[in-house]
């Protein structure tokens, strides 16, 4: 397919996107697949009780999105590179759902704010559970350790000394954080409390960006169908 400047450039940000896109799809996936089937939380989907907790729908979530997000990227892959309108279409049309719900997901979360925190909260002390008792499951030790980090804290007590999975704490900043450091759940509060603003700028602007990644998949659509029109006029001239 012959593109012009903006065709070439858009052809490469889309092959940007998509890689990014397909990294955080299979890591979405992988960890959602190893939550439901590894054998330190197999047993969570099991029990009837326990279908509609935070933590099984989180991990359903997880799969869903994780697949969803690969099924985007091999169409808009195949498409980019090998100029398929069909397959660009089809893009497209994922594209626009995803911005969609990605800005729906984070007007509803930031007016439903004090439900989503305590549901974060549940969510973070289902994996702090479980990974006591799962005898320290890797994939669940990294997932805490990724929040322990992100929001420096430790456990649901803030005393590395005491906690069990002081292992996945963050390294103290002070003196007196050896001792005592900020409670999860009492950060995740505040956090949300206070910043619910930006998280809902987070899911707006990666709406924003889906939107781009659909601009460009719409340059190269027309760039696509010009060039068969050119192809077919040269044809119809020469035959």
């Avoid at 197999?42 to 933590?55: D, H």
């Avoid at 439900?115 to 030790?141: H, K």
Wanted: net charge neutral.
């Amino acid at each position: 397919m012959a593109l012009d400047g903006c065709g070439l450039v858009c052809k490469y940000t889309l092959f940007i996107f998509n890689l990014i896109f397909a990294l955080v799809g299979f890591a979405f996936l992988g960890i959602g697949l190893w939550l439901r089937f590894s054998n330190g939380t197999r047993g969570i989907f099991q029990i009837e009780a326990l279908n509609s907790s935070v933590f099984v729908t989180a991990v359903t979530v997880l799969i869903a999105l994780g697949s969803v997000m690969l099924i985007v990227v091999a169409f808009g892959d195949y498409g980019a590179c090998n100029g398929k309108r069909c397959a660009l279409q089809v893009f497209s049309v994922l594209l626009t759902i995803l911005a969609l719900a990605e800005v729906a997901v984070g007007v509803i979360g930031y007016s439903n704010k004090d439900a989503v925190r305590l549901n974060i909260v549940e969510f973070y002390t289902s994996m702090y559970v479980l990974y006591g008792s799962s005898g320290g499951d890797p994939v669940i030790g990294a997932t805490l350790k990724f929040i322990h980090s992100m929001l420096h804290c430790c456990g649901v007590t803030g005393v590395p000394l005491v906690e069990f999975v002081k292992q996945t704490c963050p390294e103290p900043d002070g003196f007196l954080e050896h001792f005592k450091m900020d409670s999860c759940p009492g950060i995740i509060l505040s956090v949300f409390e206070s910043k619910a603003e930006l998280v809902m700028g987070i899911f707006v602007g990666t709406g924003a960006l889906l939107i781009i990644a659909l601009v460009c998949t719409i340059i190269l659509l027309k760039q696509t169908k010009r060039e068969q029109q050119e192809v077919t006029a040269y044809y119809s001239t020469v035959y």
